[in-house]
Nanobody, 124 residues
Framework: QVRLVESGGGSVQAGGSLRLSCAAS????????MGWFRQAPGKEREGVAT????????IYADSMKGRFTISQDNAKKTVYLQMNSVKPEDTAMYYC?????????????????WGQGTQVTVSS
């Protein structure tokens, strides 16, 4: 089965940096999309970043542009989220997700596998 395991979360002071990792296993080839999401208590899940494995520029939510960077290591089947200049409002559970649907991909990311999350807590 496809499995996504996040790591790298923890406590960090405002202005600091973290790098989250998402290790994927259980499938051959590459996914169509890899994404990072986050959810704080009492709030809806929101998208953080999307990476298109076939190429093209990643996309980010406006509040993360210039601070967060998504990247991948295809050989390791691992996706990263580099978080710089973190703010207290970045505190949330961070999840990675994969679009691993078979067949022809038509350009829309529809995530069908999710990790269990890693907690990020930013102190002021």
């Amino acid at each position: 089965q496809v499995r996504l395991v996040e790591s790298g979360g923890g406590s960090v002071q405002a202005g600091g940096s973290l790098r989250l990792s998402c290790a994927a296993s259980g499938y051959t080839g590459s996914s169509n999309c890899m994404g990072w999401f986050r959810q704080a208590p009492g709030k809806e899940r929101e998208g953080v970043a999307t990476l298109y494995t076939g190429g093209g520029n990643p996309i980010y939510a406006d509040s993360m542009k210039g601070r967060f960077t998504i990247s991948q290591d295809n050989a390791k089947k691992t996706v990263y989220l580099q978080m710089n200049s973190v703010k207290p409002e970045d505190t949330a559970m961070y999840y990675c997700a994969a679009d691993n649907r078979l067949g022809l991909w038509v350009g829309v990311c529809e995530y069908n596998y999710w990790g269990q999350g890693t907690q990020v807590t930013v102190s002021s």
